[in-house]
């Protein structure tokens, strides 16, 4: 592999994935995210006791009337400061009077602080729903409602200053939760850039942390965990309260937040929490103002940390990890399993870190390094394809040139067993083996220069591999003059590597007169051949071992085949003559074994030579001659090589 182009792949998918990040593509892929987190951590809280609800639910409008009265609203707020809680927070506008009861509703407020309204801080054109009057002189009774929603609807942020045109205000969840730690007396302390209350160090959100790009930052916002769920707070109805069906410790010391929880009021927000099919559960005003106290309270006593967030480097130190760690696992590509399992492995372990390190408190990106383990793994998995598909073809082209297709294609596919182990695995198949040699060699080449010879010799063994590898047959090596091929290497019938074999001699046969012709006119010698084709089994794999291998096969089929090829005379037989150019069959003498003219069914014109007693041979063998195909086409005279 040209490794600098490997590693300018990877670098260039590190790049993409930092910059997609910072230009925010994927902001929502990591926001989904970070709800998945918030859903998965939330339920391990313990329930919340400190902060409890008390609302109107559609019954109760109904039976109270929307928007309840001055009147009504008294009569909630007395019997809650009745049942002793800390701190009372109301989630509902009063802006102004709402007879009957308004002047008992003042009076209720100022002489209770720690009953604490809403307000509407901002809107549009400068607008605002003030508190009751009563309380404009404590603004310590007051905080504004005023929610957060990211570009996708969901509330995930909260609120705490808001600061406009030189007006200050807190929120009602910040109200509720420095007047239920005040009896404790934890106040809120200004320490430079960050807001101190009790344990905790509040650090304001910038439009760039966590998940966000470019995100609104006004105001102090910090990241709501959602602690206990979806519902952690202990609920009742305003029936309930006003028919004296809530139990005497219920609110006792607790933080108690007045609300809507009614649909037709459309006082709802989308959350992180999912409903079936993915639809986003919808979130009370009262409910996440409730989230807000809660977390506060508890991050001031020491319960739970703030959440903390990497700093750029550490997102960006992040991402390139996972980005480089994908890469490695495309190498893995030849043990595609192996990769698979890894590319699994990778992508839950970014998983588990980013809920571990959540449940800790410590946001990591999720999205991001997916992003980039696939992007890095997919890029450089199909350079590498591609690149290895080139070098497959160029050395396909180069392989084919001396041996055949098949046989460059099993080369190929076995390359990594070649390096691994040095050799191929023998196995055991069967084959028809050709031998093939020039009768009269020796004499030939005695009247030729060197050079003159080996362009001449290189003609023939050429023209005669490329009839091999047409008839499928494999060149398995060159041996001076002579030729050693096999056929059925790739799965071919016993009986269609034997015709193979005897087809691709005859076309040597007719070959040969055409090379004879052309040698003629140039003044170079005819030469006549002789083939001995025989089928059995053999061994077929690689010999020798480091910078010598070569792939063969061994038994003793390939010896019966080299002594027909070898065979000098058959009794009676005539002997050919090579400078005869009216008669090309008399150039060319095959010899098959009894077991290959068998398994040819017929097919060939043949004549029996008769037993024959080969060298190195204990027993008789049966040998013929082809002539050609059979019928009238197959009626050519045998000849002998001598």
């Known amino acids: 592999m040209n490794w600098l182009r490997g590693v300018s792949i990877v670098l260039a998918a590190v790049a993409v994935t930092l910059a997609a990040w910072h230009a925010g593509w994927l902001e929502s892929f990591e926001l ?23 609302v109107a639910r559609e019954a109760d409008l109904d039976r109270y009337g929307w928007p309840a009265s001055d009147e009504v609203l008294a009569d909630v707020l007395t019997a809650i400061r009745a049942l002793g809680p800390r701190a009372v927070a ?20 100022r002489a209770h602080r720690d009953v604490i309204f809403v307000e509407k801080f901002g809107e549009a054109q400068g607008r605002y729903t003030a ?29 705490l200053f808001l600061d406009d045109a030189g007006r200050t205000g807190l929120s009602l969840g910040l109200q509720a939760a420095l007047a239920y730690l005040a009896v404790e007396g934890i106040r809120p302390v200004n320490d430079e850039s960050v807001v101190r209350i009790g344990r905790a160090a509040l650090r304001p959100l910038e439009s760039d942390d966590g998940p966000y790009v470019g995100a609104d930052a006004g105001g102090y916002q910090i990241l709501l965990d959602y602690a206990g769920g979806q519902r952690p707070f202990p609920t009742y109805s305003f029936s309930q309260l006003l028919e004296g069906k809530i139990g005497a410790e219920a609110l006792r010391g607790r933080i108690v937040f007045v609300g809507i929880a009614a649909g037709s009021v459309k006082d709802y927000f989308s959350s992180p929490f999912r409903e079936g099919r993915g639809a986003v559960e919808p979130a009370y005003g009262v409910s996440l103002h409730a989230h807000t106290a809660s977390q506060l309270v508890r991050m001031a ?24 760690a994908g890469a490695l696992i495309a190498l893995l590509r030849r043990r595609l399993w192996l990769a698979a399992a890894l590319a699994l492995a990778g992508a839950a372990g970014i998983a588990a870190a980013g809920y571990a ?26 350079w590498l394809r591609i690149h290895e598909s080139a070098e497959r073809r160029t050395l396909m082209q180069i392989f084919s040139r001396y041996v055949s297709q098949p046989l460059a294609a099993d080369i190929w596919k076995n390359r990594r067993e070649l390096l691994e182990h040095g050799r191929l695995t023998p196995r055991r198949i069967e084959v028809s083996v050709m031998f093939t040699d020039i009768a009269g060699f020796t004499a030939i080449s005695e009247k030729l220069a060197p050079d003159a010879l080996m362009d001449w010799l290189s003609e023939y063994l050429g023209a005669m591999a490329e009839i091999v590898h047409a008839h499928g047959g494999v060149v398995e090596k060159f041996m001076g003059d002579g030729i050693m091929a096999v ?58 071992h480091g910078a010598r291998v070569e792939s063969t096969v061994l038994g ?18 005539p002997k050919i003559d090579a400078r005869d150019p009216e008669d090309p069959e008399n150039l060319c003498r095959i010899l098959v074994s009894e077991t290959t003219l068998g398994m040819l069914g017929g097919a060939f014109a043949s004549w029996r030579v008769g037993p024959v007693q080969l060298k190195g041979k204990a027993e008789v063998l049966q ?5 050609g195909p059979a019928g009238p086409a197959g009626s050519a005279s045998f000849c002998v090589v001598k």
């Not at 739970?304 to 480097?313: D, G, H, I, K, N």
């Not at 040998?623 to 002539?627: D, H, K, N």
């Open 32 to 54: 989904q995210a970070y709800d998945a987190l918030v859903r998965r951590r939330a339920p391990l809280a313990p329930r919340e006791d400190r902060v409890v609800l008390v």
């Open 90 to 109: 109301v989630d509902l506008y009063r802006g102004q009077p709402r007879p009957p009861g308004s002047a008992r509703l003042d009076s209720l407020l």
């Open 131 to 159: 508190a009751p009057p009563a309380l404009a002189a404590s603004p310590a009774q007051v905080g504004f409602a005023d929610i957060l929603e990211d570009h996708d609807g969901v509330v995930r942020k909260a609120l």
């Open 301 to 324: 006593k020491g319960e739970t940390p703030p959440m903390r967030l990497p700093s750029a480097w550490q997102e960006a130190l992040w991402i390139v990890w996972w980005c480089v």
């Open 357 to 382: 390190a959540f449940a800790a408190y410590f946001w990591l990106p999720v999205a991001g390094p997916l992003f980039g383990f696939a992007l890095s793994a997919g890029a450089l998995l199909a």
């Open 487 to 544: 056929f059925g290497l790739y799965g071919e019938r016993a009986g269609e590597h034997a015709r193979l074999a005897v087809d691709c001699a005859l076309a040597m046969r007719g070959a040969l007169d055409a090379l004879n012709a052309g040698w003629r006119e140039r003044g170079l010698p005819p030469v006549g051949i002789r083939i001995g084709i025989h089928s059995g089994p053999v061994a077929y794999g690689t010999v020798g």
């Open 556 to 573: 003793d089929t390939t010896n019966i085949a080299s002594r027909l090829e070898s065979l000098k005379q058959e009794p009676g037989a």
């Open 623 to 627: 040998v013929y001659g082809i002539r």
